[in-house]
């Protein structure tokens, strides 16, 4: 069955520090991969997305991820964070032939100041 | 910017009772999908829906939830008959077209079931 991974449930670090969320994906057909973020009591907004091409995508808020399709993963960087970063992101996966995206469990992001 | 929005913003309900969860996609979507969030737990697929049929569901989607379009703009979440562990934050979201790739939100539903 096709899962998607996110192994750190909980991260936190200092801002201004570096930040990477890893996410890995089971299944091996084309992957269309996403991330998004979630503010506290607020709905999913995207930061990024891969479909083809670069392997590494810029998002918004100063995101980027890579894809690597040797080790099923997309994770998702930002190389100076802010405190408005704390939030929990998403990784998530969809591939041709269905219309359903998989979300992985989350990582809540801690920034300390 | 379009979006999609959601209403109610929190329901609270005895068990047992139904629930109808309503969304407004945005207005040149053609996909349209419900999502759970138990709290703290993660995103869950409920069901994706595309001209005016069910395309997929996954094992939560039981009997007891419908979904509908009624009027070409209203998109719903029917539980017939709520129980404790419906309990969760329901998101509708919304998709242009095949392959554009990004799932838009809603700001979600929370239900409480007492």
């Known amino acids: 069955a096709q899962s998607v991974t996110q192994p750190d449930i909980h991260i936190t670090v200092s801002e201004g520090a570096s930040l990477e969320l890893r996410c890995n994906y089971s299944?091996?057909?084309?992957?269309?991969l996403f991330w998004y973020v979630q503010s506290p009591g607020q709905g999913l907004q995207l930061l990024l997305k891969?479909?083809?091409?670069?392997?590494l995508v810029q998002g918004i808020k100063g995101f980027e991820a890579e894809f690597k399709r040797s080790q099923s993963s997309f994770n998702l960087r930002k190389p100076s964070v802010h405190w408005s970063d704390a939030a929990e992101y998403f990784c998530?996966?969809?591939?041709?032939?269905?219309?359903?995206?998989?979300f992985g469990t989350g990582t809540r992001l801690k920034v300390l100041a | 910017e379009p979006e999609v929005t959601q209403t109610p913003s929190h329901q609270v309900t005895q068990m047992g009772q139904e629930v109808i969860l309503r969304c407004v996609p945005i207005?040149?979507?053609?996909?349209f999908y419900w999502y759970r969030q138990i709290l703290g737990q993660k995103v869950e697929f409920l069901v994706s829906?595309?001209?005016?049929?069910?395309?997929?569901k996954s094992e939560i989607f039981d009997d007891q939830f419908s979904v509908e379009r009624p009027d070409g703009s209203n998109f719903t979440l029917k539980i017939r008959s709520t129980k404790l562990e419906d309990s969760a934050m329901y998101f509708c979201?919304?998709?242009?077209?095949?392959?554009?790739?990004?799932?838009?939100f809603g700001e979600g539903s929370r239900l409480t079931v007492l």
């Open positions: 998530a996966y969809t591939t041709s032939g269905t219309y359903k995206y998989i």
């Open positions: 299944y091996g057909a084309t992957p269309y």
């Open positions: 891969y479909f083809s091409g670069d392997t």
């Open positions: 207005s040149n979507h053609l996909y």
């Open positions: 829906f595309y001209n005016n049929e069910i395309s997929e």
């Open positions: 979201a919304s998709l242009r077209g095949a392959n554009t790739g990004e799932l838009f």
